[in-house]
T-cell receptor, first 113, second 114 residues
């Protein structure tokens, strides 16, 4: 089955700096890669996703890049703000199978004011 | 619009006790899921349902049961609670099986088995 590894497990950045979280996956059949943000005491919330036919996707301060050859994808947050502090999860799934969504172990991002 | 609602938020169980975690969604989603989240780990799928009357096992189903009598509700039952079931449980839903459709999560239920 799919195995998703996520690094780093914790990340501290100064407000205004950029943050990068990286994930690798093992199953070449995976072609859907969402990122979730989980605030303290809340459920995960989708913030951005990318499909395998696209190499990069941006949404304001958030971007995701995908390298299918190397089987890795990354989340980039620019101009970080204190409200970006949360746990971020990457995930991977083959198309048409949300039940096969495999999650990474999470990254605790802390943005220092 | 409530989305996915779980109850209770917190619960302490004694070993061997039983309980049901309730989950309801008001988005008319066909697919519903139960995940558990252990410290420092990602979410693991316990059970899922593709529609009323249909349920199937996920990655970690042992010790749990589910039912789906209506589109809206998807309760998770623990029959004989064990310390290994201490975890945070998330119910979720999505419109259909395509992994491109957003999965919406509830706010979680913190369960401690002592």
């Amino acid at each position: 089955g799919e195995n998703v590894e996520q690094h780093p497990s914790t990340l501290s950045v100064q407000e205004g700096d950029s943050a990068v979280i990286k994930c690798t996956y093992s199953d070449s059949a995976s072609n859907y890669f969402p990122w979730y943000k989980q605030e303290l005491g809340k459920g995960p919330q989708l913030i951005i996703d990318i499909r395998s036919n696209v190499g990069e996707k941006k949404d304001q301060r958030i971007a995701v890049t995908l390298n299918k050859t190397a089987k890795h994808f990354s989340l980039h947050i620019t101009e970080t703000q204190p409200e970006d502090s949360a746990v971020y999860f990457c995930a991977a799934a083959p198309s048409g199978s949300a039940r096969q969504l495999t999650f990474g172990s999470g990254t605790q991002l802390t943005v220092l004011p | 619009n409530a989305g996915v609602t779980q109850t209770p938020k917190f619960r302490i169980l004694k070993i061997g006790q039983s309980m049901t975690l309730q989950c309801t969604q008001d988005m008319n989603h066909n697919y519903m899921y139960w995940y558990r989240q252990d410290p420092g780990m990602g979410l693991k799928l316990i059970y899922y349902s593709v529609g009323a009357g249909i349920t199937d096992k996920g990655e970690v189903p042992n010790g749990y049961n589910v039912s789906r009598s209506t589109t809206e509700d998807f309760p998770l039952r623990l029959e004989l609670a064990a310390p290994s079931q201490t975890s945070v449980y998330f119910c979720a839903s999505s419109y259909d099986r395509s992994s491109g459709n957003t999965i919406y999560f509830g706010e979680g239920s913190w369960l401690t088995v002592v």
